[in-house]
């Protein structure tokens, strides 16, 4: 019972410090992991809140949902383009690989998830969609690197990054 009592006890401090040095509960759904939220069975009038986006002219985004999807496609396209670029310095790094084996460095892919999620606040990006997206990118890099050295791609055209 009392083991109980100051495991409550030892939880509650560690929650209570997490909301510090989290700020408010806006902020804590920047950090990771995310907080444990019930459902709201709240129904909000649309659209709630205030815009969040300034533009540097001074005006705020978004007046509609189809404003935020042109703007969100628009932001796809230039994560296809970084992503096609970095795949290609991908490919590049198993020149210096000399078998499928040497290709995934655990240690140096979890450097690199957690320098994301480390990084994320500091450009008000939620650390959970910096875990996940940098894991996929991870996980899949590896697999192409593991494909590009077993079949020996490398004679392939080489990409022109402009």
């Given amino acids: 019972m009392v083991t109980t009592f100051y495991a409550f006890c030892l939880f509650s401090a560690l929650q209570l410090w997490l909301a510090v040095v989290r700020g408010t509960s806006e902020d804590s759904c920047y950090y990771y992991p995310l907080p444990d939220l019930p459902i709201s069975p709240d129904t909000r009038t649309i ?8 533009y540097p002219n001074g005006t705020t ?8 999807r042109s703007e969100l496609d628009a932001i796809n396209s230039q994560l296809l383009q ?3 670029t970095r795949s290609a310095y991908v490919r590049e790094a198993t020149r210096f690989k000399a078998t499928e084996e040497s290709v995934n460095d655990p240690s140096r892919n979890q450097e690199v998830i957690q320098g994301a999620i480390d990084a994320a606040p500091s450009v008000y990006l939620p650390q959970v969609v910096a875990k996940m ?3 996929g990118i991870i996980n899949s890099s590896v697999l192409f690197e593991e494909c590009i050295v077993s079949l020996g791609l490398l004679s392939m055209p080489a990409w022109n990054l402009d």
């Fill in 133 to 135: 997206v940098f894991e």
């Fill in 61 to 68: 985004c978004c007046s509609s949902l189809d404003q935020v």
């Fill in 82 to 84: 970084l992503l096609s």
């Fill in 47 to 54: 659209p709630w809140g205030e815009p969040t986006i300034t």
